[in-house]
């Protein structure tokens, strides 16, 4: 599949995603003359994608043979550009768990066993993590019980909310680990975060966003839905961009791709770049037109780091992490690191490990391992001032001190 963004940059593209969200139809007829124009409307243009999104409600309705019938259109049309897909699902993609006779989530279960796709591997689950381009995406899905005891849509818990098996704590586990990629983070899923059009509370868990966080791609908010002023979409009925409240994080409401209740068939293309930004161009399907387009720059500050024995010897990255493999091997190769500090390494308190498997002492396997130049393994997965502390830690054992400048801080 091919794309033109509207607007002209030298910066070198990581990835572009086609990302939907909102088809929200049990008419089969429908649902193909939607995709069509969008598909046709992008086909028209040039460049090309990597994966495609779909943020949930891809069907409407409790009639499982209407829900089959819908999403067998969509597998149809979207599996023949051959492009990867995620999916989370929407508050209308689990109604027919809980309301229909025979309780079934067609979208779900189709996409879950297509290899083409890939989506929460439980339905109770809130999440799953992937990657595109330089960047780490956060998908959040709504999610239900199996047997539909409880069901968060909506942004809130419905149904037997003492059922429901997650906490802050949890929720704060998920966007702290996440954060430890060092990479810079996008979030998509069905609902938008405090501050965004019909904001999800249940998100608030999730706060505050790592300052990794570049933006938030949401649906479930249908641009030009006016049908229920003013409540719901309401006067903000036409923004599609906002701020994440307290925070310096945009976010992106890319529904609907119908236009029965949004005013056209709509969606959006991702940009990612090589550099650590980002941009999100609206495209109006019905009219073959651009809407909209914000751009994410990355850090101006990269991460920085001086040995003193050394001067000429600076290390900068935008991201942390690279950094200090960068780091590791230059001391490896310069002063002998892994004799001067033993191996295997552990810092007892931390994710700080280099093994010889990618396993931590206790067996459990390492989140992110990267493999070394001795053919080791170091815990990827560590905070920024964990990665600071391994700087610091790793040039003592070589007899140098290291010091920071830049994104340290």
Known sequence: MAVTVPISTDREVAARVWVMSDLQTDDPDVARRCL?????????????????????????????????????????????????GRYVMGNHDIDPMRYADDPRMPFYEAVRDDPNWRTTDDPAAFYFVDEVGEHTVLFLSDHVDADAGWAATHGRIRGDADAYPY????????????????????????????????????????????????????????????????????????????????????????ASLEDHRGDVIRSAI???????????????????????????????????????TDPSRTFTSVKHGDLLLDLIEYLAAEYDLFDAISLPYRVDGTNITIAETPSHPDGSEMRQPRELPNGWYLEGGLHKHERRQTIVAFAQACGLTATFDGHWE
Do not use: K
């Open 36 to 84: 069509r124009t969008a598909i046709d409307d992008v086909d028209g243009l040039h460049r090309t994608c990597d994966q495609l999104w779909n943020l949930g409600d891809a069907v409407s309705g409790t009639n499982i043979e209407r829900n089959r019938a819908v999403t067998d259109v969509q597998l149809e049309l979207l599996n023949g550009l051959d492009l990867p």
């Open 167 to 254: 906490t802050a704590r949890d929720y704060r586990a998920v966007i702290e680990e996440v954060s430890r990629s060092g990479n810079p983070m996008i979030m998509a899923g069905h609902n938008a975060f405090a501050g965004g059009n019909r904001a999800a509370t249940l998100q608030d868990w999730f706060m505050p966003l790592p300052p990794e966080t570049c933006i938030h791609l949401y649906g479930h908010a249908h641009i030009g839905d006016e049908r229920n002023v003013p409540s719901d979409s309401g006067r903000n009925a036409y923004r599609t961009i906002s701020s994440v409240d307290h925070h310096r994080i945009p976010q992106v409401d890319i």
């Open 270 to 308: 991702l940009e990612t770049y090589v550099d650590g930004g980002c941009s999100v161009h609206l495209r109006d399907h019905t009219h073959g037109r651009w809407l909209e387009s914000y751009v994410v720059h990355a850090s101006q500050d990269p991460y920085v780091v001086r040995l003193d």
